[in-house]
């Protein structure tokens, strides 16, 4: 999968949210190994009913430079690149960059993959590719 | 209150909640004292007004949270910086190969 720069950070065109059985795919999603969790804007999955209610449902105390903050996170499943992974931790909530981040690729799941990011040809290949 | 009591107020609702003290514990955020300022008829009324409430007091500590939560407590994560974009080209720097 192609490792798209844009504002001279590393981007994936796609990843795709299964829930309650319904998927919807977000675009423009950021490669962020600085990131410990992955997260969508929860504007996109709306449509997937992920809003609702879910006994699995936790909320994290999310720590960075602009300090504290509080999100929910929800278990989904997650296909990358080809790859799916079943009942995967997923924080959504307003990512607030004020920027085209529609998601972000965390270094939960890109170990969660067993991601290699070749730099040098701007690739990412996943568990099962080749 | 605790989230308990809050909880046993509001059995299956969406709450905006203040978070007025919590410390940490290991890997936890424990919610010593929250304040409950509104009550929700669902998740996206919950979200909408959480988010408009933590844009005009972004100092506070809002959550939009549905009391089906069992725990008194959350699980800290972290996010690094955040995204730091610049302008410029990102392919910079001269690369030599060690022999």
Redesign the interface.
């Known amino acids: 999968m192609e490792i798209i720069?844009q504002?001279?950070?590393p981007f994936l065109s796609e990843i795709t949210i299964h829930y309650g059985g319904q998927s919807t795919t977000i675009h423009n999603v950021?490669v962020?190994c600085?990131?410990?969790?992955t997260?969508a804007e929860?504007d996109f999955l709306?449509d997937i009913g992920i809003?609702?209610?879910d006994?699995r449902?936790?909320?994290?105390?999310?720590?960075?430079?602009?300090g504290?903050e509080?999100?929910?996170q929800k278990v989904v499943d997650i296909t990358i690149g080809g790859v799916t992974i079943y009942d995967f931790p997923l924080?959504v909530g307003?990512l607030g960059?004020g920027?085209d981040?529609n998601g972000?690729v965390?270094f939960d799941l890109l170990v969660a993959t067993k991601a290699v990011m070749d730099y040098g040809n701007l690739e990412v290949t996943f568990a099962e590719e080749k | 209150m605790t989230w308990e009591e809050a909880r046993a107020l509001h059995p299956n609702q969406w709450l905006v909640v203040e978070i007025i003290q919590s410390h940490d514990e290991e890997s936890w955020n424990i919610l010593d004292d929250i304040a409950v300022l509104e009550v929700c008829p669902s998740a996206q009324v919950a979200y909408h007004h959480h988010q408009r409430s933590q844009r005009q007091h972004p100092q506070r500590d809002l959550v939009a949270i549905h009391t089906s939560y069992t725990e008194g407590r959350m699980a800290i994560t972290f996010r690094g910086v955040g995204p730091r974009r610049q302008d410029g080209d990102y392919r910079t720097g001269k690369l030599a190969i060690s022999e």
């Open positions: 720069v504002e001279n950070l950021l962020d600085g990131s410990a969790g997260a929860t709306i809003l609702e209610d006994p449902d936790q909320w994290l105390s999310l720590r960075g430079i602009g504290i509080r999100v929910r924080q307003a960059y920027y981040i972000i965390g």
